[in-house]
């Protein structure tokens, strides 16, 4: 069962990554696809270089073209110990993100303090990371299949009180299975099928992925790459929302 209510909105259920080089792209990015899209999403690139002000100038230049109802999804991954995450969360609360991930490995206490710190924010927890495979989790000590591990982690996180989970396209039918249905699934490596794959190994269409349960899609590249992203923006949203 997928959550369905949020899939009722005029924008397709698409958070742009603006993994931009500078801050004029990265304006000019918002600009584009603001009028097609849900969500936009700052990264660890873009927040490093800009600062948290990067969150408030994605929704200044989206109120720009009538979007001051964009959602912001904050992609830093907090991990560290609670009492840390709960005073960086505390930090990012003027900005209010819409979504703010954090490391489930951190554990629930962790979790929980970036919850408190954010009622309004859905924390969201990224589980194991797709870059990591069974083989290497092994020589870290972490046991059991990396689906296991994934269903684990990401009930411990929903314990602790996140209410969104980052999910590659294998996971998602899973987790859809077995978490609540309120539960945000939100995944990256996501391609429409005539997109290259670029640096993304396990991919899935947009269609393949809300069929499977996924609730927002995380998709860069084959937007912002594109020479017209908000024509490649508009283009999505129409397929998907028809
Ligand atoms: O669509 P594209 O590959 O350009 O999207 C890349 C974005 O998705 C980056 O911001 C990256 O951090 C994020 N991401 C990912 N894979 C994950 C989690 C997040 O590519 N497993």
Do not use: N
């Not at 954090?102 to 969201?124: C, F, K, N, Q, W």
């Not at 190994?201 to 594109?226: F, K, N, W």
């Amino acid at each position: 069962m997928t959550s369905g209510a949020r899939r009722d909105s005029a924008f397709a259920p698409i958070a742009v990554a603006l993994d931009a080089p500078d801050e004029a792209t990265f304006d000019e990015w918002v600009r584009a696809v603001s009028p097609s899209v849900r969500c936009l999403k700052v990264g660890l690139e873009v927040f490093c270089r800009q600062g948290p002000q990067a969150l408030e100038r994605a929704r200044h230049q989206a109120a720009s073209v009538g979007r001051d109802d964009i959602e912001i999804f904050c992609d830093v991954k907090l991990h560290d110990i609670p009492a840390t995450v709960g005073k960086a969360a505390t930090a990012l609360a003027p900005l209010a993100p819409t979504y703010l991930t954090v490391h489930a490995a951190g554990g629930p206490e962790m979790v929980a303090a970036a919850v408190e710190a954010l009622p309004t924010t859905r924390v969201t927890a990224v589980t194991v990371l797709t870059s990591l495979d069974a083989e290497q989790l092994g020589a870290l000590g972490i046991t059991g299949s990396p689906q296991e591990i994934v269903l684990r982690w990401a009930r411990s996180a929903i314990e602790a009180g996140a209410l969104a989970l980052v999910c590659s396209p294998q996971e998602v039918s899973i987790l859809r299975a077995h978490v609540p249905a309120d539960i945000t699934l939100i995944t990256p490596g996501v391609r429409p099928a005539d997109s290259a794959a670029d640096d993304q190994r396990r991919t899935a269409t947009p269609e393949r992925a809300l069929a499977d349960g996924a609730d927002l899609l995380v998709i860069g590249r084959p937007i912002t790459g594109q020479d017209d992203p908000a024509a490649a923006a508009r283009a999505l949203a129409t397929t998907l929302l028809s």
